[in-house]
Structure formats: C-alpha cells, structure tokens
C-alpha cells in the first residue's frame, strides 16, 4: 500500500466529459473553456476568469496586466512554489520576499509593514505584492488591503491551493482586497484539469489584458484592430503574447469538478479535524485554522520541535519506506542556487527557515480513507515517540 500525499479523484461524470469533448468539433478554443471560466467566476464570486494552461502561465500574465516591468519590485512568500516568485522575473522585476507569520505559515503583515516602512524610507517600494495561501488558508486579506492603499501597491494573490476556501465570509477569489487572484489546477490541488490555471478579477480591462496575451497577443475584435476588416479571416497582433490557451478537454474535466468543490473541501476540513484529534499530544504542531475563515486544506503539514532538521529527515524516511508519501513544502524560495546571486542567504529570512527545517506534509486529499489515515498517523507517532 503506498499513500500519496495528494491525489486527484476523477470519476464518471468526468471522464464522460472529456469524451464528449473528443467526440466534438472543438478540442481547443471551444465553448468548454469558456463555461469553465464561467463557472470559476461564479464559484469565487469574481466578476471575470481567464483560464490558461498552469497557474505559473496564469502568474506570469496577471504580473504583465499589472504592468510590471524591468525596474519594478515584487515581492513574495519565501514559503511557496517557486513560480510566485518567477512570474515577476519574467517581466525583468526584481524580486524580494517577506517572512511568514509562525502561526499561519503565511505571509505576515507584521512584517510587510516594516519592510514597507523601510522601503518607503529608502524608496524602494513594491509595484506588486504576491501573497501566497499556503496550504488552503487565506492570508490576512483585509491587513495587506489597507497596506496597498497605504503605500500604493498592487496584490496579486496566489491562491493555487486555496479554490473553495474563504475570508471574511467571502470565497477567496472574489478579490474584496485584490486587483487579481491565481489558482492551480494540477492533479494534486483541490480540482483538477490536469495541468491548468485560471485568473480571477473584477476589473475588466485587466481580463482582456490577460485574454489578449494567452493567445499570442493576437485579436480579431474589430473595435481593438489598427485598420479596417479586411475580411473573415483578418486578425492583428497587437501585443507580444504567448500561447498559454488552455485546451477543451482540460476545460471540461474542470467543469465537471467544480460541481463536487465544496463537498471536496468539506471532506478535506474532516480529515483535518481526524489528524487535530489523533495528533493531540505528540511533541508537533498541527495546522492553524482560522475559525472565522474555512481554509480549503490543500496541505497538512505537521511542524516537529527539534529545529535541526534531523528529526524531520528521520520522520521523512522512515514513513517514505512505510508507504506514506510524505513530502516537505517548501523549501524557501531564497534559498535556491539561482536566487543566491541576488544576495539572499541563509539567515535572511529566520522564521521560514526554522518553519522548513521543521515541517512536513501527511497525506491529505478527499479520497484518503479512514484506514489509510490511521495509518499516516500510526507511523508518524512511531517516529516521535
């Protein structure tokens, strides 16, 4: 028996879908992909979704509709997947990161707020700040919001692990404090449409702005051309764009699964609660959650006491060779090789340090059975007692 730490569920209903889709006219730039972006829209509570083929394609574009441009400041959690920082590099941007909150993993607006005092100070203030909802839990919208108005930047939220969660009784992806929110839609997130990812917002020059730009920058709207129709087959390009389409069939699977989103994260919230319980009393520290919020519990992590990285290394082998496919996110962002000849270092950044020398991810996902689940927790007690 192996057990994953994430895994997708795909059942008739989407399989039927994809099917229909082949048997169709359209396999790309067909009628699915847009009822896929509608359906998104709708589950978030977003006036506009513009669906692309990753959430790093999604991040890049949202950065280029944000206008960000060599010479521009970004900045990130160093606790996430290395494409939220990447999307800014694209553009030329430099990149920095602010550390996390110990409690919630994510972005602290404690620390924002200093380090926007001092940029201010010295002029060095962001364009965009990328907030990143690890694990499914939202940051503190509603604090990072009122910064932005402060100092006059924008907030890109990566939201790839978090669809179905929600922040102040709010579906994250409804952008009540952002200009643009991302999500991921790889087997392992919450829905799948096998690689994927859709933006969200409500503003709609910056949808169109990222509609343009999926697709090689290149319009057939009369009303956006330089010259006058020359027939049926006219286009023009009018930016330089690339070829981020998504397909219909990654569309369809997509639309199919949304309709089971909230029963999904109810059941992820279930496990969650079985992990709190059959975990209370070990020398770990279980998950945050926000009672006020839901997060959409894409991850749980577990943090161990010893800060020197061995009884996570111990813990880690030893439930890998059990059949449990533990895993570790993340290693921090700054401390990749390719990020080290911008001057990051170790030490820069303390509390994500300490967080990654000390966590780990047990299986979570809505198919995960109650004996499965004993046994993650069977075999992670017998490497901390």
Not at 37 to 66: D, I, M
Not at 87 to 108: E, H, K, L, Q
Request: glycine share 10%; with cysteine.
């Amino acid at each position: 028996m192996y057990i994953p730490y994430g895994r997708q569920q795909i059942n008739d209903e989407d399989t039927q879908a994809v099917v229909d889709v082949l048997r169709s006219d359209f396999l790309t730039q067909g009628p699915a992909v847009p009822a896929f972006e509608k359906a998104v829209a709708s589950a978030c509570g977003s006036a506009h979704a513009v669906a692309v083929n990753s959430a790093t394609s999604a991040l890049h574009l949202a950065c280029l509709a944000l206008e960000v441009a060599p010479g521009d400041r970004v900045w990130t959690s160093p606790i996430t997947f290395v494409a939220s920082a990447n999307c800014a590099r694209y553009c030329g941007a430099s990149v920095d990161f602010v550390d996390i909150d110990p409690r919630t993993y994510n972005m602290s607006p404690g620390a924002l707020a200093e380090k926007l005092q001092s940029a201010e100070a010295s002029g060095t203030l962001p364009k965009v700040v990328v907030p990143v909802h690890f694990g499914g839990q939202s940051c503190d919208m509603e604090a990072i919001g009122k910064l932005s108005r402060r100092y006059g930047f924008k907030i890109l939220e990566d939201a790839s692990h978090a669809i179905g969660g929600s922040f102040g009784g709010r579906p994250i992806g409804s952008c009540a404090h952002s200009d643009i929110a991302v999500f991921s839609f790889h087997p392992v997130k919450i829905v799948t449409t096998g690689e994927g990812g859709v933006a969200v917002t409500n503003d709609g020059a910056i949808a169109r702005r990222m509609e343009l730009l999926r697709s090689h920058g290149i319009s057939r709207d009369a009303r956006e051309m330089t010259r006058a129709d020359e027939g049926g087959w006219y286009y023009e390009q009018l930016a330089l764009g690339f070829n981020y389409r998504m397909t219909d069939m990654q569309a369809a699977l997509g639309r199919s699964q949304i309709g089971r989103l909230q029963t999904w994260v109810a059941r992820r919230n279930e496990i969650a609660d079985a992990y709190d319980q059959e975990l209370a009393g070990l020398p770990l520290t279980t998950p945050h959650r926000d009672r006020n919020n839901r997060s959409a519990m894409h991850l749980y992590v577990v943090l161990f006491q010893d800060d020197s990285g061995r009884a996570r290394r111990e813990a880690f082998d030893a439930m890998r060779g059990a059949g449990v496919g533990v895993n570790v996110h993340y290693i921090p962002v700054h401390l990749q090789p390719d990020y080290a000849r911008f001057g990051f270092r170790l030490g820069s950044l303390p509390v994500a340090e300490s967080y990654y020398r000390r966590t780990l991810s047990v299986p979570m996902f809505p198919g995960l059975t109650d004996e499965q689940r004993c046994f993650v927790v069977e075999k992670l007690r017998g490497t901390v007692s």
